[in-house]
């Protein structure tokens, strides 16, 4: 009997039980108190400051005043559509994990708001009248068709959670990058959703409370009318059938009416995550049992996650303007995540797949291979130095190595092009030799140094730096940026060290933990008010301006790490053979995984704080190479640092020559030309 079923047994289903029934009615009469209470707080909180007795008296009877308009006009409007929204994202985690049967499951981590932010974003730049017909259709698709994506990529033959989630992770972050593209194309028309999209509940008028209203009453209802049919579900797929259950339109049903409530509640206050976790599993930790009041518990409790939420960031808002809340969400959702994964033992059965080691790739020679990548980076290199806004030609370049070329074409390719080109270099085989090693580690093929939480510390200790001491020098961005990413390392490794650096919780705690320092930069750009733009170029990664001095400060890291990531790269190969042969063989797995992690982490946290965070390099790179040689680590380790170079190398190329004289983030680059081949990659690995 799995996690969710165990407090659910047919004998509830046919008799009830007054105890769970008593502790339903404490959990939901105690929530509805504790909303009121909230709500009216909440109706107490803005830049101008209105006594309780006031916003009762403003709620009940208005007297017309202008503290009775604001309370009327713009905080009840508030605190309805976090109530509704919080409410939507609460039930839905509940049919999510209920229809995959796995407690991690939420719009979040299934990619739904990934997906409906991205088609909300699209639709306002190429079809902003279908949006304005019906923002919940447009949400919807995107919703529908990420979820989808996420759930063709993570079946196969066992449909783990781990599988799951990293997928629904992987999935959210290629929908991100592709939504960043998006915003830094057209940051004129998308300059007015910027709080829309780290997900705000601002409201002027009553417009969105009155759409979203019966939108969110009406699958509600349906959803607790079919409660028995849920409550099946989770019996397994043998007693549901037994009990004449038709499991398939029951799921589609069930899935359809969760991935609607996420849409549209994305649609009208932005993509925030975590509600649909934390309160589910609160209302069961509180003896909620049967869907007919799971559901309604996990709504008022999803509601006074998000008021609460809110009222903590209209605090803070007081001194640096508007706070999205779900900028202020992971803070706790994390650590309730984090909790959760160490609760649950479920976890660790059958969830550690091996392919990403164990994949056999076609067998190419080895130095062919190795002189073809190195071919290709040469011509790369030449195409680099070559394009740009100065004019060049075959003869200017060959000018160029003779000696013979303008000051002003020396100035540029040897000043600008050339440390570049070898910045790009260096950053990219870091990166990729890091998602190579935690990949190995994780024995999972979708970890890299973006999703398990890594590269978002090291961002996380950058923008710290940057935001408290605007003027710092570049020595003490670096020295953030691996303050930042060795502080996640350290924090994710005492969470998972109790379970012997188990793969699964490490990935799930990773996960977590980047979701809490992508929280706190995007924390930090509000409050420090940061141009939009400017922001986003950084977070993108970028190769922009990079000179000889970033070159003399990154270079050692790469020279000295990769060839110890070669030569420890034997106890890689033994790590994918499973747990029992490498100690069998001398092997102390815990000091062999810290000791290539703590390789993996330098060599990303050295790659950011020189270009940013550029992402899909260390998920990509590796899998190139493993399709070509296999898994043999010795033959990897290079031939992954190879093309992640070459990788970076053309996107940052690219994002010179494409738009110029503007520029594209290198980083977009990658995500725009890594996205495709990595989900491909996903599915292809089912």
């Known amino acids: 009997m799995n996690y969710l079923s165990k407090t659910l047994s047919i004998a509830d289903l046919k008799k009830g039980s007054i105890a769970p029934l008593l502790s339903a009615s404490i ?8 909303l009121m209470l909230l709500a009216i707080a909440h109706l107490a909180q803005g830049e101008i ?22 309370v009327r006009s713009l ?18 985690g509940v049919l999510f994990q209920t229809v995959t049967r796995n407690p991690l499951s939420s719009a979040a981590t299934l990619g739904i708001n990934a997906g409906a932010y991205f088609s909300v974003t699209a639709a306002l730049i190429f079809v902003p009248q279908w949006f ?9 698709a995107g919703g529908i068709l990420a979820a989808a994506l996420v759930y063709a990529i993570a079946a196969g033959v066992h449909l783990s959670p781990l599988r799951l989630t990293l997928s629904g992770v992987a999935v959210s972050l290629a929908l991100a990058s592709l939504t960043a593209i998006l915003q830094v194309f057209y940051e004129n028309q998308l300059s007015g959703i910027f709080l829309w999209g780290a997900g705000s509940l601002r409201q002027t008028d009553w ?28 019996l397994g797929d043998d007693v549901a059938r037994s009990l004449g259950q038709n499991l398939q339109k029951t799921r589609m049903i069930c899935t359809a009416i969760a991935v609607f409530l996420a849409a549209l509640s994305v649609s009208v206050v932005g993509p925030i995550g975590f509600i649909g976790i934390v309160a589910p599993h609160l209302v069961r930790l509180m003896g909620c049992r049967s869907h007919w009041t799971l559901l309604p518990a996990a709504a008022i409790w999803g509601a006074i996650v998000l008021v609460g939420a809110d009222i903590c960031a209209l605090q803070f808002s007081a001194g640096f303007g508007e706070i999205p809340v779900g900028t202020t969400i992971p803070l706790v959702g994390a650590p309730f995540l984090i909790w959760l994964v160490g609760k649950n033992e479920r976890l660790d059965r059958g969830s550690s797949p091996a392919r990403s080691s164990s994949h056999q790739g076609r067998s190419y020679p080895y130095p062919a291979l190795t002189l073809a990548a190195i071919g290709l980076i040469f011509v790369a290199a030449i195409a680099s130095l070559s394009l740009g806004t100065l004019s060049s030609s075959p003869g200017k370049f060959l000018a160029l190595i003779a ?3 303008s000051e002003l074409y020396t100035w540029v390719v040897f000043e600008l092009r050339l440390p570049r080109l070898v910045v790009s270099l260096l950053a990219g085989s870091s990166l990729a030799v890091s998602g190579l090693l935690l990949q190995s580690v994780v024995r999972n093929p979708i970890a890299g140094p973006e999703i398990v939480g890594i590269t978002s510390g090291a961002g996380l200790g950058v923008c710290f730096i940057l935001v408290l001491f605007p003027g710092a020098s570049v020595e003490a961005v670096a020295i953030a940026a691996f303050v930042g990413a060795f502080a996640v390392f350290a924090l994710i490794g005492a969470i998972a060290w109790r379970s012997n650096l188990s793969p699964t919780r490490l990935a799930l705690v990773g996960i977590a933990v980047s979701a809490f320092c992508t929280a706190g930069i995007n924390l930090l750009v509000v409050v420090a008010q940061l141009r939009v733009a400017r922001a986003l170029v950084w977070l993108a990664g970028s190769t922009y301006a990079r000179n000889w001095e970033d070159i003399a400060r990154l270079s050692p890291w790469p020279l000295v790490l990769l060839p110890l990531a070669w030569v420890f790269a034997p106890w890689l190969d033994l790590m994918a053979l499973g747990e029992d042969l490498p100690r069998l063989l ?9 000791l290539a992690i703590s390789i993996a982490v330098a060599l990303a946290a050295a790659a950011v704080s020189t270009v940013g965070t550029i992402s899909f390099v260390g998920l990509v790179a590796p899998h190139i190479a493993r399709l070509l040689v296999g898994s043999r680590h010795r033959q990897l380790v ?34 725009a030309i890594g996205t495709p081949y990595f989900l491909w990659l996903l599915w292809r690995s089912r």
């Not at 304005?132 to 919807?140: C, K």
């Open 49 to 70: 400051e209105i006594d309780l007795l006031t916003v009762l008296g403003a709620v009940f009877a208005p007297d017309g005043s202008p503290n009775a308009q604001i």
């Open 27 to 34: 959990a939901i009469a105690g929530g509805l108190l504790l």
């Open 638 to 671: 290079p031939l992954a640092a190879l093309f992640g170079a070459l990788l970076v190398a053309v996107a940052d190329t690219l994002g010179r020559i494409v738009v110029a004289p503007a520029e594209i983030p290198s980083g977009l680059v990658t995500a």
């Open 207 to 234: 417009s969105n409370a009155a759409y979203a209203a019966p939108r969110i009453a009406i699958p509600a209802t349906f959803a607790l009318l079919l409660s028995k049919n849920w409550d099946i579900l989770l």
């Open 403 to 405: 000696g013979n070329a």
């Open 586 to 594: 001398g092997v102390q797995l815990q000091k062999a995984r810290a």
């Open 75 to 92: 905080r009840l409007p508030r605190s309805a559509i976090a109530v509704m929204t919080g409410a939507a994202w609460g039930m839905a």
């Open 132 to 140: 304005d017909r019906s923002p919940v259709g447009v949400a919807l």
